[in-house]
């Protein structure tokens, strides 16, 4: 092949081929077959090459004008609902992981973090291996201190049981990432001569201002409850053990920093080494909240936040650091005032602006995007995402596509132009949404779900009017599979005074029915549906309020392709559902976002994504 | 309504079928977005029309056949015919397409291998461009190189991806061409 060929084929696939180069790449396929069949390899590695690479992108920009345009349509609702974040002048960081390190056994844990070198006001880099100063015995001063001060030594660790490693020996393997500067070695180990005490470094005390709920102050295995005014030393960890669990620590020059429910913090510290500079504040997030307001710190005295996927490193902002254990955990940042570096061990960073927010989890770098809080909806087993403020492809007034957003390209799509649904710029909160006009409008998506165990369906909605759903209850739905063998269907149909919903198992019961305690009218909201083992629950607004038990395992026989806007009708009879013939019953409504896990989410990754929703929709 | 079994043998021949369909659409609209929403339509369409395909028939030819249908609807909306290429051209793709799938298939997973075993910096032009999607003007800006340069940077990539395919199929590897 010669290399203007070989360009020419590059710059067609890469979508900026000239209409002369197209031109003349058609010429040279079309006398040259030994060329079409290169071309057709190149088709296929281009293909591959994508399939191999992450499915986590930011698509629209580079879509049809069309999509562009619903992009900054959908982009200008969005800055309008981001504003409060934005003038609240802070940094979000959002970082989720799970146990293998909460179950650690004590002498797992490993050292503290020194804080290496910052590049920007916050930044996320590589943990440090610098061992752990241990805490001084209570009422040990060292006399050169200030008042409130304490010195302490690695070798009077009082809190924890002895090991009797070399100290070098006992720390913790840590993820090796580039760019990282090496651990020093310590000074004994390179000179050979016996070890000596190391500089004493200087513990400013923390005290509690406040706590609620179940809050537990840990101390070599020991677990005793925290009191207002306690002071908190390195050796420390905390434990909040409930939902509603909040604790509050200032530290001395006035950072604030709030633990919120079901955390735990194994270290925390606010010290300082002589003659060596560079400690601060540390604090280790193992799980769980942690909002903070910086003050202005130190530039050689970063404050350090480590979680077991990175390190933030903070001169002074004010910032929210959630961290969720588990194997498929993610760290997110969100930015809300100046440039944060996000890393991956490993891996790539990004740098997250304000208004943007980035994911980081195993093998998964961070992408900046605009910040919605919807990071929390890139997870493992996300099957469909169809949210109105993206990727929707506006034919005129009406939507002939409905972008997936979960990488698996599902869109939902209605060719005839008379049975689009409308675009609606502000539905709820400024934000844009589907309306459905309940006589024939409907999106088709493909999404199998045959066969599952666990599924998960949020949706945001509002009814237009009551509908009965016909004689089976499983008409006018706004989310609907039919189904493929009797009792199979799966469906979710919100209306003002029910919500009914169904994962077909194939047993033979009727539609689950919830009648909403008062009639919400035309109000929005959230609908959150999960198959569950052998309950199908159903939660409004986050909160469960049925739940029907004695379901089979798994989801019996459902059509491949689902539906938005159109429930099950009887197609044997043509019996008349509400006036609609055909065979089909529709939804009369509004439709702003649709999430579709295929397995039921814990309590710990379903709030989040409910939390996300809420606050975009609902929020005050 | 069509039964699970029907559902079973789409959606087995579908994903067998399924990249040749993306290559068709990628060489039909030269942009991966268009072609991805177009495999969307082509895919709901083949299951809407799966009663009518006839099983002595070979499932790709058939399913081609459809997904030409929807490019040159594509074609009428978009319009344009200038940047892309003709439905003969791309009649002759899909027949190479056709004659070549087996031998198509056997390269795919020694690509990965061949991926991984690419320098650093060139893995680096492989994740911009093929997994960040930067196009060829924002991977200029990214790599701070000029447009031709990145230019031919993948064709490089790429010969060196297909000679080490070639490498690792042996005698295969020409007839795989």
């Not at chain 1, 909002?291 to 350090?304: F, L, T, Y």
């Not at chain 1, 409004?540 to 004695?550: A, D, L, N």
């Not at chain 1, 939804?587 to 814990?602: C, D, K």
């Amino acid at each position: 092949m010669s290399e203007d060929r070989d360009l020419l084929i590059e710059r067609y696939l890469a979508g900026a081929a000239s209409p002369e180069e197209t031109k003349r790449l058609e010429a040279l396929l079309r006398s040259d077959p030994r060329l079409v069949r290169d071309f057709v390899l190149a088709l296929d590695e281009d293909v591959c090459l994508r399939a191999l690479s992450s499915v986590e992108e930011e698509r629209i920009e580079r879509r049809s004008p069309l999509r562009r345009l619903a992009w900054r349509r959908s982009g200008a609702s969005s800055d309008s609902a981001g504003a409060p974040w934005i003038a609240a002048a802070a940094l979000v960081l959002t970082a989720l992981l799970w146990t293998i390190f909460f179950a650690s056994s004590p002498s797992r844990r490993p050292a503290d973090k020194s804080a290496a070198p910052h590049a920007g006001p916050v930044e996320l880099a590589r943990p440090d291996t610098t061992p752990v100063p241990a805490p001084e015995q209570p009422g040990r001063q060292h006399p050169s201190l200030p008042r409130g001060e304490r010195s302490i030594r690695p070798s009077e660790d009082a809190g924890r049981p002895v090991d009797p490693r070399p100290d070098t020996a006992r720390r913790d393997p840590e993820p090796v990432m580039p760019n990282a500067p090496p651990p020093a070695k310590p000074r004994d180990e390179a000179t050979g001569a016996p070890p000596v005490a190391r500089p004493l470094d200087v513990v400013r005390p923390l005290s509690i201002d406040e706590i609620q709920g179940g809050v537990f102050v840990l101390d070599a295995g020991a677990k005793t409850p925290a009191r207002v005014g306690q002071e908190i030393l390195p050796s420390h960890g905390l434990l909040l053990s409930e939902a509603e669990s909040r604790l509050t620590m200032t530290f001395p020059d006035g950072t604030k920093v709030t633990i919120l429910g079901l955390s735990e913090i194994r270290d925390m510290a606010d010290s300082e080494r002589p003659g060596k500079g560079a400690r601060g504040k540390r604090v280790d997030l193992v799980r769980g909240t942690l909002a903070a307001e910086v003050r202005k710190q130190p530039a050689d005295q970063p404050m350090v936040i480590v979680t077991p996927q990175a390190q933030v490193q903070v001169v002074g902002t004010s910032f929210q650091l959630v961290v969720d254990g588990g194997e498929k955990g993610q760290t997110r940042l969100s930015v809300r005032e100046g440039r944060v570096r996000l890393l991956r061990p490993g891996g790539k960073s990004a740098d997250v602006a304000a208004g943007q927010e980035a994911a980081v989890a195993a093998g998964v770098d961070p992408i900046a995007r605009p910040q919605d809080g919807s990071s929390v909806v890139l997870r493992p087993d996300l099957s469909l995402w169809l949210r109105a403020d993206q990727g929707v492809m506006v034919n005129g007034t009406t939507v002939s596509q409905w972008s997936d957003r979960s990488g698996n390209g599902r869109h939902a799509v209605q060719a005839a132009s008379a049975r689009q649904p409308l675009y609606l710029r502000a539905a709820q909160a400024g934000r844009p949404a589907l309306r459905f006009d309940g006589m024939d409008d409907f999106l088709s998506f493909p999404c199998p779900v045959t066969g599952l165990s666990g599924m998960t369906i949020f949706l945001v909605s509002s009814t237009l009017e009551e509908r009965s759903g016909g004689v089976n209850g499983s008409g006018n739905a706004a989310v609907f599979w039919h189904e493929a063998e009797n009792f199979g269907t799966v469906l979710v149909a919100p209306t003002p005074t029910k919500v009914r919903y169904f994962f077909g198992t194939g047993q033979n019961q009727a539609v689950f029915l919830y009648p909403r305690p008062a009639s919400i009218d035309r109000a929005y909201s959230l609908t959150t549906v999960q198959k569950s083992g052998a309950d199908a629950v159903l939660y409004i607004g986050g909160e469960e309020v049925f739940r029907q038990g004695g379901q089979k395992g798994d989801i019996a026989s459902c059509e491949k392709v689902g539906q938005l806007g159109r429930g099950e009708g009887d197609k044997a009879t043509s019996r008349q559902f509400q006036g609609q013939y055909e065979g089909w019953t529709y939804f009369a409504g509004e439709i702003a976002e649709v999430i579709v896990y295929s397995r039921a989410l814990p309590i710990t990754e379903r709030v989040p994504v409910e939390q996300y929703l809420l606050s975009k929709y609902f929020a005050k | 309504m069509k039964s699970s079994t029907e559902q079973r043998r789409f959606l087995q021949k579908f994903v067998s079928g399924e990249r040749l369909l993306m290559g068709y659409l990628l060489s039909a609209t030269g942009d991966f977005h268009e072609a991805e929403d177009l495999l969307q339509e082509v895919s709901v369409a083949l299951w809407e029309s799966f009663d009518r395909y006839d099983e002595s028939k070979a499932f790709h030819a058939w399913a081609l056949g459809i997904a030409r249908h929807k490019v040159l609807d594509w074609r009428e909306k978009q319009g344009r015919r200038g940047a892309t290429l003709s439905p003969e051209i791309l009649d002759l793709v899909g027949q190479a397409q056709l004659e070549t799938a087996d031998r198509l298939s056997d390269r795919r997973p020694l690509l990965q291998t061949c991926i991984e075993a690419l320098p650093d910096h060139l893995r680096k032009i492989v994740q911009l461009r093929y997994r960040e999607q930067l196009t060829l003007e924002a991977l200029s800006e990214r790599l701070d190189r000029s447009a031709g340069a990145v230019q031919v940077a993948l064709v490089r990539i790429r010969r060196t991806l297909r000679d080490c395919v070639d490498q690792k199929l042996g005698p295969l590897a020409e007839a795989g061409r």
